[in-house]
């Protein structure tokens, strides 16, 4: 597997006071397409104007903007205020709901995994899974933030999901009650004497740093450690730091990863320091079809420099 990165970017545009200057930066192709451009504000008054009922200049903005993105890839987003926070929260490992990784597919929402001791992998959540509907809701035609606001809730509230699974008959319900999803990130213990074990489940701000503790804890409990797994399987994937992290640890030099954008400034690698915490002790990476994102890096880079 190639060492690669599709990485979410948010990109702040800048109008520039200086025209001058700007039009110089920007080539011809990079221009504005503004017939293009005129065509839109030309339906967007329309809309204003004609619609039946009045309309919010920011929300059509803003649905503007979602559908100009989702043309592109699932991984295009545009994150308002709230879907921002959101998204923060959840990368620091503590957020209400049902404690599933989701992404869009068809029109559906595609389980990517559930996440360890969350109320959707008690219920039965597997990896693949097809939601097609939320409550009375259908999913299609809701956008990925829109299908995760109505996932999340207060604790002790149920949300009942209607899945369509590989090999199953038929679409079936299951109810979730939601719950805080605390998600701890790394754990270990010792599969037996001189080989131990880890489990990430995700990667999150702190990840980095509690995959080395594990690590520290294994080797002070037994001195003559033989070997290690890491298990990465159902995991969503995370922050990028906190992949190169976590096989920084392991690593004793080169490189982790790199990103290509069109943008110059896009095209980036990331490099393991010198030094192993497990000092060339081997390790086995356990991975499935639910690994994705940044236990993909992880994985990969493993097995670039086994």
């Known amino acids: 597997m190639k060492p690669f990165l599709r990485s979410l970017f948010v990109t702040l545009v800048v109008l520039s006071s200086n025209a001058n200057t700007l039009a110089e930066d920007i080539t011809e192709d990079a221009r504005l397409p503004l017939e293009e451009l005129r065509h839109f504000t030309q339906v967007f008054d329309q809309v204003r104007q004609a619609y039946v009922e009045d309309v919010d200049d920011k ?24 879907a921002y926070s959101d998204l923060q929260e959840h990368t620091s490992g503590e957020f209400g ?6 992404t ?3 029109g ?57 699974r590989e090999n199953v008959d038929g679409p079936f319900e299951v109810d979730i009650v939601r719950d805080i999803i605390k998600v701890l ?17 995700q990667f999150q701000e702190h990840t980095g740093r509690e995959f080395r503790e594990a690590l520290n804890d294994l080797l002070k409990q037994d001195s003559d450690l033989k070997g290690i797994v890491l298990d990465l399987r159902n995991n969503p ?6 992949s190169i992290d976590v096989t920084d640890a392991v690593l004793d030099g080169g490189m982790v990863v790199y990103t290509e954008g069109r943008l110059p400034s896009s095209n980036r690698s990331f490099h393991a320091t010198p030094g192993d915490v497990l000092n060339g002790l081997p390790i086995v990476v356990l991975i499935n ?6 236990a993909e890096i992880v994985a990969g880079a493993m097995q670039d420099h086994s």
């Open 289 to 294: 079809e639910g690994s994705a994102s940044a």
């Open 185 to 201: 990130s790394v754990r270990s213990k010792f599969l037996e004497p001189g080989f131990g074990y880890v489990r990430i489940a």
């Open 104 to 106: 869009m597919e068809g």
């Open 237 to 242: 994937g995370g922050l990028l730091h906190a």
């Open 97 to 102: 709901g049902l404690g599933i990784e989701v």
């Open 59 to 82: 929300a059509l903005l803003e649905m503007s903007i979602i559908g100009l993105l989702s043309s592109l890839d699932p991984h295009s987003v545009y994150l308002d205020k709230a």
């Open 108 to 164: 559906f929402i595609k389980v990517i995994s559930p996440i360890d001791d969350t109320p959707a992998k008690r219920a039965g959540i597997q990896a693949g899974d097809l939601i097609i509907k939320l409550n009375d809701q259908l999913v299609q035609g809701m956008s990925l933030n829109e299908a995760i606001d109505i996932m999340r809730g207060p604790k002790g509230s149920t949300l009942t999901l209607t899945l369509a």
